[in-house]
Each structure stands twice: as structure tokens, then as C-alpha cells.
């Protein structure tokens, strides 16, 4: 897709494999580009990543205005809690590579969310976090 002389890069996020409920378009190179979240249209994903309260975290504000941070763990490698500030843990994020019953799986989330529409903004704000910290090492 171009945008004026832009190069851009859309990546859709899928709710039971065939309803989008996100899209990620990213911008040419490794700059962040635009989310849109559901009917929350052209997010900056710099949003999604805002500073946190320390050097480890990063900040978004949810669509019900309350502010959450994704904290990176300094000890675990690609391990994040998810936190409502300032200190009320929601989720937690580890990278697992393991066999199950339907698969191999990748990943474990664990989260005490009960608002289908956080759930998704912290997903989204997670995988932009991801990939902000792979291209910083």
C-alpha cells in the first residue's frame, strides 16, 4: 500500500480466524507506522509505547483512559507483566516453546482481563513492544 511516497507495510490481526479486529500498518524501513484497533482508527503505535515509570516499561493508555504498562523483565529474556498503574499486575507474558495437545506453542499469556476490547489493545501493544526490543538487540 502507498501512502504519498511512502511505502507501507499492513499487517491484520484476526479474531477466530477470520474477523479483523486490528490492523497494523507499518512504515517503510523500521519505523513504527498506524494502528487501528477495532473503531479506534490511526493510533501512532508510538501510543502503544509510550515511557513508562521506568526504563523497562512502556506506556498506553486504554480506551477506557486508565494507563498500563507493559514492563519488560530484566532477568527473564522476552518475559513482560502487563500492569495497571501504578503496581496491579494484569497479565503476564514468557516465551515457551513446548508441544501440546493441538501443537507446538510459542508463547504463554496468563491475564485476569475481562473487557475483550484491553485485552486486544494490550496484545497489540505487546507485539509492538516485542518488536521494538528485537531491534534493539
Not at 103 to 120: C, F, T
Amino acid at each position: 500500500m502507498l501512502r504519498g511516497l511512502e511505502l507501507i507495510f499492513q499487517r491484520k490481526v484476526y479474531r477466530n480466524d477470520t474477523e479483523p479486529v486490528a490492523y497494523l500498518d507499518w512504515a517503510n524501513g523500521d519505523g513504527l507506522g498506524m494502528a487501528t484497533i477495532r473503531d479506534k482508527k490511526d493510533t501512532p503505535m508510538s501510543w502503544l509505547i509510550m515511557r513508562g515509570a521506568s526504563q523497562n516499561a512502556r506506556m498506553f493508555i486504554s480506551y477506557d483512559n486508565r494507563s498500563y504498562e507493559w514492563r519488560r523483565l530484566p532477568d527473564v529474556s522476552q518475559a513482560y507483566d502487563l500492569y495497571l498503574v501504578p503496581d496491579h499486575r494484569v497479565a503476564t507474558f514468557r516465551r515457551v516453546n513446548q508441544q501440546t495437545p493441538v501443537g507446538p506453542s510459542y508463547a504463554l499469556m496468563e491475564y485476569v482481563i475481562d473487557n475483550e476490547a484491553l485485552l486486544l489493545e494490550s496484545l497489540v501493544a505487546l507485539c509492538i513492544n516485542r518488536w521494538v526490543d528485537m531491534r534493539a538487540t
